[in-house]
C-alpha cells in the first residue's frame, strides 16, 4: 500500500529566503506526482506535475524534482514571500490506480 | 480560466439525513474523483467516475455513498444516512482522458458539518 510522507511538518522561514519541502512515498510504481497548494480551509490549487519519466518541472519561483527510484520528491521555492505562506501538498498517483495518495502536508509560514 | 466549482461552500446536517454535494467540473473532462479531508488529517480519496459509472472507489466508500451525473455537467455525491464522522471537507476533481498522467484539478471544496 502506498504512503506518502512529508518532512517537514512546518516551517517557518523570513522573507526571501530559498526552501526546499520534502515528499517521500514508499512504492516507486508511480504514474505521476503532483504538487498543490492549500489556503487555509480552502481548496488545492495545483502548482506543478511531473510524469514517472520526467525529472523536475519548472513554473516561476517553483521548481519539483522527482527520483522514483528512491521514492522522494522535492519542491523548490526561490525567493519566498509571504504570499507563499499555505500548506504544501505532494500527492503520488500509484499505477494500480486512478486516485491520488495525499501527503499529510508542509505548512509553510514566510514573514514579513 | 475553466474550473472546477462546488455547491454549497458549506453545509450543516443533523445525523441521520441525506445530503447531496454538487460539483460541476471543467467541460471537457471526462473524468470525476470526489475525496475528503477530515479537519487536521489527510486527502482521502472516495471514488473517481467515468463513462456513467463508478471506477474505482476507496473502502471508505461504502453503501451509504454514492456517485451520479445526473445531466451533462453536475457531479454529484449524495450520502444516504450521514454520521457524525463524515464531518469533513469534501472535495471534487476533474481530469482530461485518460486519467493516467493527467493533472486533476479540484474544486473549492464543501465543507459538511453533522451535527
Known amino acids: 500500500k502506498q504512503e506518502v510522507t512529508q518532512i517537514p511538518a512546518a516551517l517557518s522561514v523570513p522573507e526571501g529566503e530559498n526552501l526546499v519541502l520534502n515528499c517521500s512515498f514508499t512504492?516507486?510504481?508511480?504514474?505521476?506526482l503532483q504538487w498543490f497548494r492549500q489556503d487555509p480551509g480552502k481548496g488545492l490549487t495545483s502548482l506543478l506535475l511531473i510524469q514517472s519519466s520526467q525529472r523536475e518541472q519548472t513554473s516561476g519561483r517553483l521548481n519539483a524534482s522527482l527520483d522514483k527510484s528512491s521514492g522522494r520528491s522535492t519542491l523548490y521555492i526561490a525567493a519566498s514571500q509571504p504570499g507563499d505562506s499555505a500548506t504544501y501538498l505532494c500527492?503520488?498517483?500509484?499505477?494500480?490506480?486512478?486516485?491520488?495518495?495525499f501527503g499529510p502536508g508542509t505548512r509553510l509560514s514566510v514573514l514579513p | 480560466e475553466p474550473e472546477v466549482t462546488q455547491t454549497p461552500s458549506h453545509q450543516v446536517t443533523q445525523m441521520g439525513q441525506e445530503v447531496i454535494l454538487r460539483c460541476v467540473p471543467i467541460?471537457?473532462?471526462?473524468?470525476f474523483y470526489w475525496y475528503r479531508q477530515i479537519l487536521g488529517q489527510k486527502v482521502e480519496f472516495l471514488v473517481s467516475f467515468y463513462n456513467n459509472e463508478i471506477s474505482e472507489k476507496s473502502e471508505i466508500f461504502d453503501d451509504q455513498f454514492s456517485v451520479e451525473r445526473p445531466d451533462g455537467s453536475n457531479f454529484t455525491l449524495k450520502i444516504r444516512s450521514t454520521k457524525l464522522e463524515d464531518s469533513a471537507m469534501y472535495f471534487c476533481?476533474?481530469?482530461?482522458?485518460?486519467?493516467?498522467?493527467?493533472?486533476?484539478?479540484f474544486g473549492p471544496g464543501t465543507r459538511l458539518t453533522v451535527l
Open positions: 476533481a476533474s481530469s482530461e482522458s485518460p486519467p493516467l498522467g493527467n493533472e486533476q484539478f
Open positions: 512504492d516507486s510504481a508511480i504514474y505521476n
Open positions: 500527492a503520488v498517483r500509484p499505477n494500480y490506480g486512478q486516485n491520488f495518495v
Open positions: 467541460s471537457n473532462h471526462l473524468y
